[in-house]
Every structure is written in C-alpha cells, then in structure tokens.
C-alpha cells in the first residue's frame, strides 16, 4: 500500500495532471513527446529511481511497484496514468487493467506503450524482419512477438536482451567507454540471428537516452524506432475517442516530478535530458 505522503489537499483537488510513470528517467523520453504534441495539460511524472532497474525483476515484483506508484498518482489527482515502462507494460499492465482498476477506481485508466509501437512497426520494415532491444523482462515476456503477430501476421520478430542498458543510463554512465561496450555487444548479438533485420524497435524507453551510442554502433540502413512520438500520437488519437476522460484533465501547461530517490540528481539528471529547469519533490512509497 503506498504510505501517503504529506501534500496540500485543496491544490491537488482542484488538480488534474496526466500521470506518466516509469522505473527512472525513461519515460522522460516519452513524457518530452507528449508534452510537446499536447502542450495544454498539466502533467505529474513519477521515476521510482530508488528501485530502478526494474528489468530483472520477477513479474510479482513488477506489479506490486508498479501498481503502488499507479495509486499514488491517483491520488495526487490523474486520472489516466501512463506506463511509460516497456517492462511495466509487459508485466503489470494488464493485471491492473484487469484486476486492479475495477477495484480502485472503474473510472480511471491505465496505458502502456507497447500495443501502440507494436500497432506501428510493421508499417516501417520492408523486410519484416523487426529486431527488439530490451530488459530482460520485456524479452522474456514475449510482448513484443506475440503483439507484433497480430497486427502483422508473417513478420519475424528477433529480439536481444540488453541488461546493463538502463543501468549505464540510471548510473549517469551513458557517455563512457563502457557503454561503447555493452551496446555494441548487444546490437551484434541481435543482427547475428539475422542479416535482413531493417527495422529496430528500443523496447526501453531509457534507451533513446543512448541513442548516440546506439546510431554509432548500428549498421548504416537499419531503421530505429523509438517510442516518444508513438506513444504521444497514439494519446493524441485515443483522446480523441475519448472526450469523456479528456475533459477531465485540468489545462494549465505545467509538467511536476516526482522521484522516489534523491531530488538532487534527478533535478539535475532530468534538466540535461529533459531540457528545462526541473525542482522534483521527494515520494515515499
Ligand atoms: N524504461 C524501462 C523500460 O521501458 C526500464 C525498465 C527497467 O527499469 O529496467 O523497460
């Protein structure tokens, strides 16, 4: 259960952001997309820094930590939370989907990111011979092949484990040698299973946070998708179907963090990537 944590009660009454989680500073990636195609609400990003990486986590563990930083968005007032986690959206999605919501709260809702990026990819590759970088636990879930498979039935999915990606950029060691080392690796391991692979897709949303590294290492003529923009034109499209929850949302053009660990690095970790000035407050969960 998320221990609440002290807050002005009137403020986040009259206060509805829309609410973007993530294990760290992933969803940043995803949250700077949506901010900038929908500039007009007010949004609460919450990064549980403090137990990041949630990669090799067991699925119970995954939905446990997910869910209580799902409520304790709800709580300061979202209405609609989402996941901007691959390993989030594979694992604990649908359980509170399914299970959770109908309990807490039936009116609010939760998204992920993989169905829109999976929605898409087939449309990029003309191969359809799709790679999959991600954490361990999106791999092993099998979400991206099973999904992918429905929308486009014959493409061959390929995917490549990365477990030290999210911890060079939680650890601030994006721009070293040592990620020239895990990445390379990693990207060599997914083109061996096939040389016709023209499209990628970074299951992680930390992984745009490499992408400098990534596009070094990877051969001319291959393709990157990145989540970012999927995700934000697919909230686009779904408020748009939705005007009900849309309305709910209040529109005052501000963006809060909030972070499980220390504010100090996060402010100064999310100003670099981010691009603003950013004064996160510090959650207990
Ligand atoms: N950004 C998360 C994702 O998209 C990282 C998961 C982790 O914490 O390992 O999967």
New binding site residues.
């Given amino acids: 259960m998320v221990e609440k944590v002290p807050m002005e009660e009137p403020r986040y009454k009259l206060n509805a952001p829309i609410g973007v989680f993530?294990?760290?500073f992933?969803?940043l990636t995803v949250l700077k997309e949506i901010v900038r195609l929908l500039p007009q609400y007010d949004y609460l990003y919450l990064g549980d820094n403090a137990r990041?990486?949630?990669?090799?986590r067991s699925f119970d563990t995954v939905h446990e930590y997910t869910l209580q930083c799902v409520e304790l968005l709800f709580y300061r007032g979202c209405q609609l939370v989402i996941l901007?986690?691959?390993?989030?959206?594979?694992k604990a999605l649908r359980t509170i989907q399914q299970k959770d919501l109908p309990t807490i709260d039936s009116t609010k809702r939760v998204l992920g990111?993989i169905r829109p990026t999976t929605e898409m990819v087939g449309n990029y590759s003309k191969t359809k011979n799709i790679g999959v970088l991600?954490?361990m636990?999106?791999i092993a879930s099998m979400s991206y092949p099973i999904e992918i498979e429905k929308f486009f039935p014959g493409a061959q999915v390929f995917q490549q484990a990365c477990p030290m990606w999210?911890p060079l950029v939680?650890n601030n060691e994006f721009d070293g040698d040592g990620a020239d080392y895990f990445i390379k690796q990693d990207i060599d391991k997914l083109l061996s299973q096939n040389n016709t692979i023209d499209t990628i897709i970074l299951?992680?949303?930390?992984y745009p946070l490499l992408m400098n590294k990534i596009k070094k290492h990877l051969p001319a003529g291959i393709q990157i998708v990145s989540q970012g923009e999927i995700v934000a034109q697919s909230l686009v499209d779904y408020l748009n179907r939705h005007q009900d929850m849309e309305s709910r949302f209040t529109k005052g053009k501000t963006v809060e963090f909030l972070t499980t660990d220390s504010t100090e690095f996060f402010d100064r970790y999310t100003q670099l990537f981010f691009g603003q000035e950013v004064k996160s407050q510090q959650v207990v969960i």
């Fill in positions: 993530d294990s760290g992933g969803g990041a990486p949630y990669g090799n901007a986690c691959n390993t989030a959206s594979a990111v991600g954490t636990g999106t999210v939680e299951a992680c949303t930390h």
